[in-house]
């Protein structure tokens, strides 16, 4: 949404709505894309049964009697919020009410991405003036907030909304100050607005946001007693309502210290000193950047800080970390998606998907919404709109199309040769995160026991037929050498990711413009492995019944049973045509043999798929003809990116540019 180029006049976006041509036509599938995400959270929403209407109220409307907000301890909201939504279990049956909540959460959702995307700093580029709304509302559609604040009971949409609107569309200070006092006692931690106002001049604003918070409160006192002294005191603002006050759901730091096992005193003074150094560091950016004239951003910031220094920060209450996309980070304009990138995986992706399940990653992995709300609020170095590079950041620098493309395909910006260096950071989510979407799709794929032996069985026939095979005598022979068995144990379980990534490694740091060339054949061969998956369950030869193979790597597998012990749990057992364990080690003898400058290197690099083809064929994970669709996919994946993108050895010369007395620096700066 931020790192568009092209740029609107001097009336902001405000004359780009209507657009026509292109943009309109985005802009209409954007929106389309918006509603069918919509429509499909409220299905999702909708199939909760009726009777679980307002379930976390546990209401009816027979219990009327104040008192009873918290019997259950799944209530998480303020009595004021109570107060509110009490009166909705009488008004008629659960479906229809249910249906009328998610209609109006998803409508406020919605109001949300419109009142945003109108909140950018002017100016305003057209493309981002016409799609900033339908994408922004798109996104939170997915997001992991929305999907549970749209669930009956929640009301975190509705405070975002309020927040917005006092700031961006209300014109009086007292009607402003209003929402945001109604904001705050829906959700105490937005409070921090008024201090936001009050440094930013909007002290009437701010005075009335305390005062209609305090009113709120004081009317749910009244009406409330019981409800207010178990919320407000017993459990000190709602923590521990709801579960418990360390569990993954409450993505604050109050929470985040629990779960890093701290209790008692030392752990409430810890909590006290972090959440005023938050506040203070989030309060003091939010004002700067208000005064920047980036509002949108100062809101997002402070409703950062205020999620994460709440005794309880839910998942439903972490929309704010979206809004933040709004900020520019970096120079280049390569550098300008990590940030957008980073956001929306970690508001949109479970922390499994994100980072590998390892004890030792485990306090970043429990955490990554609150990481990335503390690195927005406190951290992330968000660009002023006096920099330089905040309407011309340094151009990513491209090469001319390559000549022996095939002239029918088009070639897409992203297939474009790109001569310099790409962002790291945004390089190792996209390859984290596409590796754990390969993983489950792959744990997806049909995994019928019957239908994968008898392709087993299709498999050994043409392999007789063929003379090929060879695999029951070297996993027979295997056995029978320890020393052999254990070099093929150790090779096949140690250097089927290791290797790749080193050589991923190496190129990015030697030679960036082969890494992207290296990088883009190794993701296409991989997604065309997926299909293999799906349409061609395989059993290998470790998991066919009666053929006498020795599993040398995971041990004796009871066939009897249709789990096979602890491996089934891990992937799909079932996915083995092709063989990626040797189609990646093709890759990396490939890319090796061609770009090494050394003959030993080239050597090292076309033994390592040698050894593997052996390695799974004497440890019974693989049958021959799995190694040879490894070897098809590998070179679809080559072939596509040369028709893409052209011979890899190809020169390629710089475009021709106009450069104003200034430009060479940062072109040069580019390619480094």
């Known amino acids: 949404m931020a790192d568009a180029v092209e740029h609107g006049g001097p009336d902001g976006h405000a004359g780009f709505i209507g657009g026509s041509g292109r943009l309109g036509a985005a802009r209409l599938l954007l929106w389309a894309l918006a509603a069918v995400l919509t429509v499909r959270q409220a299905a999702a929403v909708l199939r909760v049964p009726p009777g679980e209407w307002l379930g976390d109220l546990h209401l009816s409307a027979s219990t009327a009697a104040p008192g009873t907000l918290y019997d259950t301890g799944q209530f998480t909201g303020t009595p004021f919020a109570g107060l509110v939504l009490k009166p909705l279990a009488g008004l008629g049956a659960p479906s229809s009410l249910e249906v009328a909540w998610t209609c109006a959460t998803l409508l406020l959702v919605a109001a949300v991405g419109v009142v945003a995307a109108r909140g950018l700093p002017d100016p305003v580029p057209r493309r981002t003036a016409l799609l900033a709304a339908p994408v922004l509302v798109a996104l939170m559609m997915v997001s992991l907030p929305v999907r549970a604040a749209a669930f009956p009971g929640q009301t975190a949409v509705l405070p975002v909304l309020l927040v917005l609107l ?18 705050a006692a829906l959700q105490p931690a937005l409070l921090l607005f008024a201090p936001l106002l009050w440094l930013t001049g909007r002290r009437p604003t701010a005075r009335a946001a305390a005062a209609a918070f305090a009113g709120a409160t004081a009317l749910a006192a009244a009406a409330l007693p019981r409800d207010s002294w178990t919320y407000w005191i017993h459990h000190l603002a709602g923590t521990g309502l709801g579960g418990s006050p360390d569990g993954l759901a409450n993505q604050s730091v109050h929470g985040a210290l629990l779960r890093f096992g701290l209790s008692g005193p030392a752990e409430i003074l810890l909590y006290a000193a972090l959440a005023a150094a938050i506040t203070w560091a989030a309060l003091r950016r939010a004002a700067r ?50 940030w957008p990138v980073a956001v929306v995986l970690a508001i949109t992706l479970p922390s499994a998907v994100l980072l590998p399940n390892m004890a030792a990653l485990a306090p970043v992995r429990d955490n990554v919404p609150l990481l990335a709300a503390v690195a927005a609020a406190c951290a992330v170095p968000f660009l002023p709109r006096s920099s330089p590079y905040w309407r011309e950041p340094v151009p990513t620098v491209y090469g001319r199309p390559a000549a022996a493309r095939w002239a029918r395909v088009p070639l897409l910006p992203f297939w474009r040769r790109v001569l310099s260096r790409p962002n790291l950071l945004l390089e190792l989510l996209l390859i984290r995160v596409g590796y754990s979407l390969y993983s489950h799709i792959r744990a997806a794929a049909p995994a019928s026991r019957p ?34 068995e254990a070099f093929f144990n150790f090779y096949y379980s140690s250097f089927h990711f290791v290797v790749p990534l080193a050589i991923l490694a190496v190129l990015y740091w030697r030679r960036p413009g082969d890494y992207r ?47 096979y012990g602890a491996m089934t749990a891990i992937s799909n057992q079932y996915a083995a045509m092709p063989s990626l364990h040797f189609g990646w080690s093709l890759w990396c003898g490939i890319v090796v043999v061609v770009l090494a400058p050394k003959g030993w290197q080239k050597l090292l690099g076309a033994l390592h798929p040698l050894i593997t083809v052996c390695a799974i064929v004497a440890t019974a994970n693989h049958w021959v003809l799995d190694a040879v669709g490894g070897a098809v996919v590998v070179t679809a994946g080559f072939g596509l990116v040369h028709v893409l993108s052209g011979p890899r050895g190809l020169r390629v010369s710089l475009p021709a540019q106009r450069r104003t007395a200034g430009e060479p620096d940062r072109m040069a700066a580019a390619q480094r």
Not at 166 to 183: I, K, M
Not at 314 to 330: D, N
Not at 532 to 541: E, I, N, Q, S, T
């Open 517 to 563: 060339w290296a990088r883009a054949s190794l993701g296409l061969a991989t997604v065309i492995a997926l299909a293999g998956f799906w349409l061609f369950p395989l059993a290998p030869p470790r998991l066919m019944p009666g053929l006498g193979f020795v599993d040398t790597v995971h041990g004796a597998q009871d066939l009897a049973n249709p789990s």
């Open 166 to 183: 006092a700031v961006f569309r209300v014109p009086g200070e007292r009607p402003a100050g209003l929402l945001v006092g109604l904001a």
């Open 451 to 484: 239908l994968a032996e008898d392709n087993g069985s299709r498999i050994l026939g043409i392999e007789q037929a063929l003379g090929i095979d060879i695999e029951h005598a070297v996993n027979r022979a295997v056995v029978d050498a320890p020393w052999l």
């Open 289 to 338: 950047y208000a005064r920047d004239g980036q509002l949108l951003l100062a809101v997002a910031l402070t409703g950062c800080a205020a999620v994460a220094v709440s005794p309880t920060g839910w998942r439903h209450q972490l929309l704010w970390v979206l809004l933040a996309v709004a900020g520019k980070v970096g120079k280049r304009a390569a550098d300008r998606r990590v």
